[in-house]
């Protein structure tokens, strides 16, 4: 059984400061991996997709990829409050010769404070 | 352009009823995806489509639940003789190909209550 795994939090950051958020998978063979915003009651959304190890940077948003570690994060820079939501991790796993799925973690809750 | 659409937006239920959730994936999009979300928990993988056959099954929580893909496009989650554990937010997501290199777009969800 292929794990994505993710602290659930809450993650507490005073606003300003940065935010950063974890997640370790198991399949070695994942080639692409993603964040996912959910704000309550609301559908996840895509913050980043990163494929190559290193840093990857959007605005205020920086993904960063280790595929030796298996080990991908996202740092939020100057934290708002509205960056309030759980964030869920999403690898890419591999279903069959060509087609794949992606696996989600349970998500990690941030909750970023005046 | 449109997005995912799904239908119902809620649906209320008694227990041992069947349902039947739709979901309209972003036009071309030829991978399509169901999760179910309970309350405060995680996506939990249910089935997945490329173009109308179903590599991966893997998540159908039982024989009561079953999903088709008709015309590469709409999709429908049935659930037979529901039960109060079904109750959940079912996500649909659609994605340009099977790679699982393209971002999924998520559908507004359909929450299902069983009483």
């Known amino acids: 059984q292929k794990e994505v795994e993710q602290n659930s939090g809450p993650l507490s950051v005073p606003e300003g400061a940065i935010a950063s958020l974890n997640c370790t998978y198991s399949d070695r063979g994942s080639q692409s991996f993603f964040w996912y915003r959910q704000y309550s009651g609301k559908s996840p959304e895509l913050i980043m997709s990163i494929y190559s190890n290193g840093d990857k940077e959007d605005g205020r948003f920086t993904a960063q990829l280790n595929k030796a570690s298996q080990y991908v994060s996202l740092l939020i820079r100057d934290s708002q409050p509205s960056d309030s939501a759980t964030y869920l991790c999403?690898?890419?796993?591999?279903?069959?010769?060509?087609?794949?799925?992606?696996?989600f973690g349970t998500g990690t809750r941030l909750q970023v404070t005046l | 352009g449109a997005g995912v659409s799904q239908s119902p937006s809620n649906k209320v239920t008694e227990k041992g009823k069947d349902v039947e959730l739709r979901c309209d994936p972003i036009?071309?999009?030829?991978?399509l995806y169901w999760y179910r979300q309970s309350l405060g928990q995680g996506l939990e993988f249910l089935i997945y489509?490329?173009?109308?056959?179903?590599?991966?099954k893997s998540g159908l929580p039982s024989d009561r639940f079953s999903a088709e893909r008709t015309g590469g496009s709409v999709s429908t989650l049935t659930i037979q003789r529901t039960q109060q554990e079904d109750s959940a937010v079912y996500l649909c997501a659609s994605s340009p190909d099977s790679g699982g290199t393209d971002t999924q777009y998520f559908g507004p969800g359909t929450r299902l209550t069983v009483l």
């Open positions: 489509f490329q173009g109308n056959s179903a590599p991966d």
């Open positions: 999403a690898v890419n796993e591999r279903v069959d010769g060509t087609a794949s799925k992606l696996t």
């Open positions: 036009s071309g999009h030829t991978a």
